[in-house]
């Protein structure tokens, strides 16, 4: 079974890999050695960049300034909408908030009549309409806004011709940049795709390792019992070589797994084996057989029972099989993802064993455990990565805002913690069901594994901060 524990770390792995390779927009960085109209250009594109925040409700001086919208009512639909936030949550347009770059405040004297002109367009209607917006509706509604209020307004370019660089060239392709950034939004929708097939998959091969897992014990099996074979039809067999003790080959738990219908459906379905870790099979092997718990094993006297069966076969996975090498090296040249999921595996191969062994028919009546418990934890990584996506920037807004600016620079936080804290909120936030000390608790044992060794206390300090003010806006009622 994989159980809530697996599922986040997959959510986190993914979730880092998935935020490092893909933003929702990406900034144009600086041309070297610009023409004026380049440089222009660029200048004019990052204006207009914090015209979108400052129009959205965020402050882009750092408090350096009064709000350019003073005095004007603000519009519910588009304040801290989607795009802002996305835009927010880029390191680019913090760094350009940070250093001050305050070139929007040349456009003062019209932003405000823009803003009021957003109403009055047909866009707008539509996007008012829709009850939760996401962020491709923003990037509709606002490429309309910056083609009809800004590129073609009169007022907005007069202002521009003010500045000394101004050039009409420059000025085409500072609006033509901020199109193409809001336009790229829609050519990264394929990286999600890929990241949440890319999570399924990874979780259907934690599956597949379980029941690999199962099979070395019979594999083992197997070869010991090709070796016993071959030993009575070599040149001079020797009395144990003719009548070798059958104990380890007849072994009631391997022979009730080898016959169990789930076990037997799952191996055809996926045509699972270790024929190409033969050497890996024989060393592993002969680990066991030179081991002090073989030689206790096969000295029991009488017959064994299922249960000392299943008891021997669990203390060989727990001391010999997955703590060994020979299966790390084996297991990373299979999948990539199996070396991360041993422990969780290994962990229910265990279970599995125990349950055969306190069988009361036989080894018969147990079922091998399901891929997931029920059907709600079958969506729980789907349904945490992508509410990990969509509020990415509001809670990486909430996290950097109880950042204690005196001892962490929020832009120099390790990206794993950033990653661990934004998916904990997703879930404290939409899983009411999820006790929070049990959230909490699991993702600071991921920071502890995966992350710095400060990690794990760093992140269990802002993740109260940010829960206590939640509470407080009565935005979270857990207790």
Do not use: C
Request: aromatic residues 10%.
């Amino acid at each position: 079974m994989i159980n809530r524990v697996l599922i986040r770390i997959k959510v986190v792995q993914l979730l880092y890999s998935y935020l490092l390779t893909q933003t929702e927009f990406k900034i144009e960085p600086p041309v070297e050695n610009p023409s004026r109209d380049k440089k222009y250009g660029y200048e004019l594109y990052l204006d207009l960049l914090m015209m979108v925040m400052e129009m959205s409700g965020f402050d882009v001086s750092s408090g350096r300034r009064q709000s350019l919208l003073h005095g004007v009512t603000l519009n519910k639909h588009i304040d801290h909408n989607a795009l802002a936030r996305s835009l927010n949550g880029l390191d680019e347009i913090r760094a350009i908030i940070l250093r001050d770059r305050s070139g929007v405040a040349r456009f003062a004297p019209v932003i405000p009549s823009i803003y009021e002109a957003i109403s009055s367009l047909p866009a707008y209607k539509s996007y008012s309409r829709i009850k939760k917006p996401e962020l491709k509706d923003d990037v509709a509604l606002w490429s309309s806004i910056i083609t009809n209020l800004v590129a073609n307004n009169p007022e907005f370019m007069a202002v521009a011709r003010k500045d000394p660089g101004f050039t009409v060239a420059g000025f085409t392709r500072g609006i033509n940049s901020l199109m193409h950034t809001l336009n790229e939004y829609n050519d990264n929708r394929g990286l999600f795709n890929h990241a949440r097939n890319a999570l399924d998959y990874s979780l259907n091969k934690a599956h597949e390792l379980y029941h690999s897992l199962l099979l070395l014990s019979v594999e083992l099996t197997r070869m010991q019992d090709q070796r016993l074979d071959a030993a009575k039809h070599k040149y001079l067999p020797t009395d144990e070589d003719l009548n070798p003790n059958m104990r380890f080959v007849e072994n009631k738990f391997v022979k009730a797994l080898s016959e169990n219908p789930d076990f037997i459906e799952y191996l055809d379905e996926r045509k699972l084996n270790w024929d190409a870790d033969v050497l890996m099979i024989r060393d592993m092997l002969d680990k066991i057989i030179e081991s002090d718990l073989y030689r206790d094993y096969m000295s029991l006297p009488g017959e064994t029972t299922l249960e000392q069966d299943a008891d021997f076969w669990r203390q060989v996975y727990k001391t010999i099989i997955l703590p060994g090498d020979e299966l790390a090296d084996a297991l990373e040249s299979k999948s990539v993802y199996w070396n991360d999921d041993l422990h969780v595996m290994g962990t229910f191969v265990l279970k599995t064993i125990r349950r055969f062994g306190q069988s009361k028919d036989g080894g018969a009546d147990v079922r091998l455990l399901p891929q997931y418990k029920d059907e709600e934890d079958s969506r729980f990584g789907a349904d945490l990565f992508e509410l990990a996506i969509k509020n990415y920037p509001a809670y990486r807004e909430l996290i950097d805002s109880f950042v204690n600016k005196n001892r962490w620079d929020a832009e120099r936080l390790a990206f794993m913690d950033i990653v661990i804290m934004v998916t904990a909120l997703a879930e404290i936030l939409n899983f009411p069901a999820i006790p929070l000390a049990v959230s909490l608790n699991e993702y600071i044992e991921i920071a502890n594994a995966y992350s710095t060794p400060r990690s794990g206390a760093f992140i269990n300090g802002i993740l109260y901060s940010v829960i206590n003010h939640l509470k407080e806006e009565g935005k979270l009622m857990k207790a």
